[in-house]
């Protein structure tokens, strides 16, 4: 973007008749002036020399240049030609940005924030970019674009507070942008820079709001991998103590009713683990995870039609998870169904062929049926789609695989309870639906409107005006 803008950008000796006389602004004939080319020329012309072109290139080079040699002589004189220049360019950014021109708004807010450095023009900028990443996000459906505008936010802001120092309303910005992101740390670390710094209002009480809630959700993240790290050290009874008080404290969170059930299955109190498990479907949630849960839990209580019952709902749910489908086939090929074992050997061979324990069963199937499964996949599967399922539900993509292929032997004791974060994974903080963190900005979709006074540099705009 960068290097395309300033290739449209051709440099003149000042002309011999160009008089300016500007205050205490004087020309320098030994610098060169960039002329903005008409769009899709590749020459200048005598009659594209303008003032007006003059102009739009030193404001191509103040966006994308700011550390090009003539930078402060290009800034000064566009302010002198142009007093209100920032002023007007700050309205026409807020048009585009509103009319999703965004890269045009782009430039002219890069402009604006070089030209005019200050704590506004910076957090416009940033919050630009997070319209941005939404759109990337939302409409183009480009994931990789959408990080890396995200990411132009934050080093905008971090920009910001280098250049201003502790400054209240970037530290705010910061605190909620970590925030929605869910690097609670660094929202805690900021929300307690910016209350040493604010003033005195509204907004500073909702900071102490929003920071009670990030202190008691690092509380309960610390709650939940204890009680995870006891399970893993085969200590169910203590892991029930931690995660009975994290659910005490976030009940709606299905991930702590899944951590006790796998705790109470652990402990071989397999009614109580499946109660937990529904629980986590009474609250909205349904993964293939809960399904192989349940479905060893009625193994252990001697029901292997519904443990298939549920394996293969938790196999409907993500095709994909190797747990689930191992387990499948071990229940067909021990209740000597060959056909239904044969069918998920080979469907999990196709997701992992080097797995040890798919290995293991299958030269248990071989050794039963005398039917040697070749090298290679040869039996072709057909699946018919299954209407009863809406949507394609898949796991997250930090889930590990998860290993409970010896039922009555080891208990599982490899499951990986996948630590979700709260609710979708993210930390949640009053989020509206356009994928912004809102803390009670006004002008909403995720801008920061504090207010700010003309002394702040004329105020955040995002969100702020409506022409």
Same mark, same amino acid.
């Given at each position: 973007?960068?290097?395309?803008?300033?290739?449209?950008?051709?440099?003149?000796?000042? &002309?011999?008749?160009?008089?300016?006389?500007?205050?205490?602004?004087?020309?320098?004939?030994?610098?060169?002036?960039?002329?903005?080319? &008409?769009?899709?020329?590749?020459?200048?012309?005598?009659?594209?020399?303008?003032?007006?072109?003059?102009?739009?290139?030193?404001?191509?080079?103040?966006?994308?240049?700011?550390?090009?040699?003539?930078?402060?002589?290009?800034?000064?004189?566009?302010?002198?030609?142009? &007093?209100?220049?920032?002023?007007?360019?700050?309205?026409?950014?807020?048009?585009?940005?509103?009319?999703?021109?965004?890269?045009?708004?782009?430039?002219?807010?890069?402009?604006?924030?070089?030209?005019?450095?200050?704590?506004?023009? !910076?957090?416009?900028?940033?919050?630009?970019? @997070?319209?941005?990443?939404?759109?990337?996000?939302?409409?183009?459906?480009?994931?990789?674009?959408?990080?890396?505008?995200?990411?132009?936010?934050?080093?905008?802001?971090?920009?910001?507070?280098?250049?201003?120092?502790?400054?209240?309303?970037?530290? @705010?910005?910061?605190?909620?942008?970590?925030?929605? %992101?869910?690097?609670?740390? %660094?929202?805690?670390?900021?929300?307690?820079?910016?209350?040493?710094?604010?003033?005195?209002?509204?907004?500073?009480?909702?900071?102490?709001?929003?920071?009670?809630?990030?202190?008691?959700?690092?509380?309960?993240?610390?709650?939940?991998?204890?009680?995870?790290?006891?399970?893993?050290?085969?200590?169910?009874?203590?892991?029930?103590?931690?995660?009975?008080?994290?659910?005490?404290?976030?009940?709606?969170?299905?991930?702590?009713?899944?951590?006790?059930?796998?705790?109470? $299955?652990?402990?071989?109190?397999?009614?109580?683990?499946?109660?937990?498990?529904?629980?986590?479907?009474?609250?909205?949630?349904?993964?293939?995870?809960?399904?192989?849960?349940?479905?060893?839990?009625?193994?252990?209580?001697?029901? $292997?039609?519904?443990?298939?019952?549920?394996?293969?709902?938790?196999?409907?749910?993500?095709?994909?998870?190797?747990?689930?489908? @191992?387990?499948?086939?071990?229940?067909?090929?021990?209740?000597?169904?060959?056909?239904?074992?044969?069918?998920?050997?080979?469907?999990?061979?196709?997701?992992? @062929?080097?797995?040890?324990?798919?290995?293991?069963?299958?030269?248990?199937?071989?050794?039963?049926?005398?039917?040697?499964?070749?090298?290679?996949?040869?039996?072709?599967?057909?699946?018919?789609?299954?209407?009863?399922?809406?949507?394609?539900?898949?796991?997250?993509?930090?889930?590990?695989?998860?290993?409970?292929?010896?039922?009555?032997?080891?208990?599982?004791?490899?499951?990986? !309870?996948?630590?979700?974060?709260?609710?979708?994974?993210?930390?949640?903080?009053?989020?509206?639906?356009?994928?912004?963190?809102?803390?009670?900005?006004?002008?909403?979709?995720?801008?920061? !409107?504090?207010?700010?006074? &003309?002394?702040?540099?004329?105020?955040? !705009?995002?969100?702020?005006?409506?022409?």
């Amino acid at each position: 973007m960068k290097e395309e803008k300033l290739k449209t950008i051709s440099f003149i000796n000042v &002309p011999s008749d160009l008089k300016m006389d500007f205050g205490s602004f004087r020309l320098d004939p030994s610098i060169k002036l960039p002329v903005q080319k &008409p769009e899709g020329a590749r020459m200048l012309s005598d009659k594209d020399i303008t003032m007006e072109a003059i102009i739009a290139g030193m404001l191509t080079i103040i966006a994308y240049d700011e550390k090009n040699a003539a930078f402060s002589y290009y800034r000064d004189f566009v302010n002198a030609v142009q &007093p209100n220049t920032a002023e007007e360019l700050n309205k026409a950014a807020i048009a585009k940005q509103q009319q999703k021109d965004y890269d045009f708004a782009e430039e002219l807010f890069l402009a604006v924030y070089h030209m005019l450095p200050q704590p506004a023009s !910076c957090i416009n900028l940033a919050t630009l970019y @997070s319209y941005m990443s939404v759109h990337e996000e939302e409409e183009n459906k480009d994931l990789d674009k959408a990080d890396e505008m995200l990411n132009k936010a934050k080093l905008t802001l971090l920009d910001g507070l280098k250049r201003f120092g502790e400054n209240q309303y970037i530290l @705010s910005e910061l605190s909620s942008f970590e925030g929605f %992101l869910g690097n609670l740390d %660094l929202a805690k670390d900021y929300a307690e820079r910016y209350l040493k710094v604010a003033d005195e209002g509204e907004r500073k009480e909702e900071m102490k709001k929003f920071l009670k809630q990030v202190d008691a959700r690092l509380d309960a993240d610390n709650s939940f991998k204890e009680a995870y790290d006891y399970i893993m050290l085969d200590m169910p009874d203590k892991a029930l103590e931690v995660i009975d008080k994290f659910i005490k404290e976030n009940g709606s969170l299905w991930n702590g009713h899944f951590l006790k059930a796998w705790a109470l $299955r652990k402990a071989s109190r397999y009614k109580e683990a499946k109660e937990s498990l529904l629980k986590c479907l009474e609250l909205g949630e349904s993964n293939s995870d809960i399904y192989n849960e349940l479905s060893i839990c009625e193994l252990e209580e001697g029901d $292997r039609e519904l443990a298939k019952t549920y394996l293969n709902t938790a196999v409907d749910l993500d095709e994909g998870n190797l747990t689930a489908v @191992s387990n499948l086939a071990y229940l067909h090929l021990t209740d000597g169904e060959f056909d239904d074992a044969r069918y998920y050997l080979e469907k999990a061979r196709k997701l992992a @062929s080097d797995d040890s324990i798919l290995s293991t069963l299958i030269r248990a199937y071989e050794e039963k049926t005398g039917e040697k499964l070749g090298d290679n996949i040869t039996e072709e599967i057909i699946e018919e789609e299954d209407d009863s399922i809406e949507g394609d539900i898949k796991m997250k993509d930090d889930h590990e695989h998860c290993c409970c292929h010896e039922h009555g032997k080891e208990k599982n004791d490899g499951h990986c !309870c996948h630590e979700h974060g709260y609710e979708d994974g993210h930390c949640h903080h009053d989020h509206e639906g356009d994928g912004h963190c809102h803390h009670g900005h006004d002008g909403g979709h995720g801008g920061c !409107c504090h207010n700010h006074e &003309p002394g702040h540099g004329g105020g955040c !705009c995002h969100g702020g005006k409506k022409d």
